[in-house]
């Protein structure tokens, strides 16, 4: 059974300072790894997404790396802003047939001005 | 701009009382998912759908609770009775094939 796992839990950080957010998954068997983004009291906004076969991902100031053998994530967000305080989550996709992400419980971060 | 809509968005009810929250999903999509979201399990799928029917509903407690898509426009996902121990977000996701999954805003759900 996939297990996803953040840590940690909570993250604060001032303005201007990067950010980096772990993942590990305990299953390589995987066919993608996805960043989603929670601020509080809405639903869930899609970052970025790596392929399995892919090694990282880049949007703007936020870059993903995964390395599958190892069972890990990375994102870092570059230059952090106030802006970027929400909930941040993994979830990854089995490579067998089907839809079902396993998400991790998330990173809670705080960005002080 | 594209986005799946949930009702409704809040619902206080009493333990014994149905409840039914309804999703919208993405014109063209053809993959519905419906998850659950507290404090202590963290997100949780529920069921999935694809073109309509029902492809994994694992995750969900089947005494009491019921997912259907009556059309290609509309997922529904019901709870009779409800009890306490329902009380969280129910998010509505949708997609296209093993792609990326758009959320909904989340019906939050207090059983009293």
């Known amino acids: 059974k996939q297990e996803v796992t953040q840590i940690p839990a909570a993250l604060s950080v001032p303005e201007g300072e990067n950010l980096v957010l772990n993942c590990s998954f305990t299953?390589?068997?995987?066919?993608?790894l996805q960043w989603f983004r929670q601020d509080p009291g809405k639903g869930l906004t899609s970052l970025l997404l790596?392929?399995?076969?892919?090694r990282e991902q880049t949007s703007g100031r936020l870059n993903a790396s995964l390395d599958k053998s190892s069972g890990r994530s990375t994102l870092y967000i570059a230059a952090s802003q106030p802006g970027d305080s929400a909930t941040y989550l993994c979830?990854?996709?089995?490579?067998?047939?089907?839809?079902?992400?396993?998400f991790g419980g998330g990173t809670r971060v705080l960005v002080k001005p | 701009d594209a986005r799946v809509t949930q009702t409704p968005r809040h619902k206080v009810t009493e333990m014994g009382q149905e409840v039914t929250m309804r999703c919208q999903p993405i014109?063209?999509?053809?993959?519905v998912f419906w998850y659950r979201q507290t404090m202590m399990q963290g997100l949780e799928l529920l069921a999935y759908?694809?073109?309509?029917?029902?492809?994994?509903d694992s995750g969900m407690p089947k005494d009491r609770f019921s997912a259907e898509m009556p059309d290609a426009t509309l997922a529904t996902l019901k709870i009779q009775p409800s009890e306490p121990r329902d009380s969280a977000v129910y998010f509505c996701?949708?997609?296209?094939?093993?792609?990326?999954?758009?959320f909904g805003p989340g019906t939050r759900l207090l059983v009293l």
């Open positions: 996701a949708s997609g296209f094939g093993r792609e990326t999954q758009y």
């Open positions: 299953d390589s068997a995987i066919y993608n």
């Open positions: 759908f694809r073109n309509r029917a029902p492809l994994d």
């Open positions: 014109l063209g999509h053809n993959t």
């Open positions: 790596i392929q399995s076969s892919q």
């Open positions: 979830a990854v996709k089995p490579a067998a047939a089907g839809n079902k992400l396993t």
